[in-house]
T-cell receptor, first 113, second 110 residues
Framework: NAGVTQTPKFQVLKTGQSMTLQCAQD?????MYWYRQDPGMGLRLIYY???????DKGEVPNGYNVSRLNKREFSLRLESAAPSQTSVYFC????????????FGDGTRLSIL | SQQGEEDPQALSIQEGENATMNCSYK?????LQWYRQNSGRGLVHLIL?????REKHSGRLRVTLDTSKKSSSLLITASRAADTASYFC??????????FGAGTTVTVRA
């Protein structure tokens, strides 16, 4: 049972390059999320998808786009990477409803030079 | 902005001792959740306490919630080396979002 799978695990980009981070879950969850984690800070929500076909901005959406490809997959795209986007990116999923825990992937460590 | 703030930022204890960390928040919640993160890994859900609950237990974990003080605590009893990790509280409001604090880094010394 894989849970939430993120690819790639590591990536180095140059400023201005574009990249898509992939996320897939096999738990049949309706909701999916993208977070970034920076040193000394908690996770900050970039975008989320409450259900297939919907996406909404989180706390820090600028510079990112997302696609909910189907119920399993939720991708995050950096169109023109900036050094400020150097971070660890986590994807998560959950069942619908308030009292549901989120299940996280192991992250993508992204460095932008 | 972070809606859950953990205290202390770091904690070092001897194996077998108890570890207590606190979380404060600013606005009303639907529930409050605690997560653990081992180095280089994703977050793992530990326990969820609803706003109408005051205490929950799960194995060696005990969570309390005081909505009048807007605070929660996580107690890990009889700590083990494997408990070395960062612990995060996350506030759930009446939407699909969780707001995380900056975390408490716990080191359990053998």
């Amino acid at each position: 049972n894989a849970g939430v799978t993120q690819t790639p695990k590591f990536q180095v980009l140059k400023t201005g390059q574009s990249m898509t981070l992939q996320c897939a879950q096999d738990m049949n969850h309706n909701s999916m999320y993208w977070y970034r984690q920076d040193p000394g800070m908690g996770l900050r929500l970039i975008y989320y998808s409450a259900s297939e076909g919907t996406t909404d901005k989180g706390e820090v959406p600028n510079g990112y786009n997302v696609s909910r490809l189907n119920k399993r997959e939720f991708s995050l795209r950096l169109e023109s990477a900036a050094p400020s986007q150097t971070s660890v990116y986590f994807c998560a999923s959950s069942d619908s409803g308030n009292n549901q825990p989120q299940h996280f992937g192991d992250g993508t460590r992204l460095s932008i030079l | 902005s972070q809606q859950g703030e953990e205290d202390p930022q770091a904690l070092s204890i001897q194996e077998g001792e108890n570890a207590t960390m606190n979380c404060s928040y600013k606005t009303s919640i639907n529930n409050l959740q605690w997560y653990r993160q081992n180095s280089g890994r994703g977050l793992v859900h530990l326990i969820l306490i609803r706003s109408n609950e005051r205490e929950k237990h799960s194995g060696r974990l005990r969570v309390t919630l005081d909505t009048s003080k807007k605070s929660s605590s996580l107690l890990i009893t009889a700590s083990r080396a494997a408990d070395t990790a960062s612990y995060f509280c996350a506030r759930r409001s009446n939407d699909y979002k969780l707001s995380f604090g900056a975390g408490t880094t716990v080191t359990v010394r053998a």
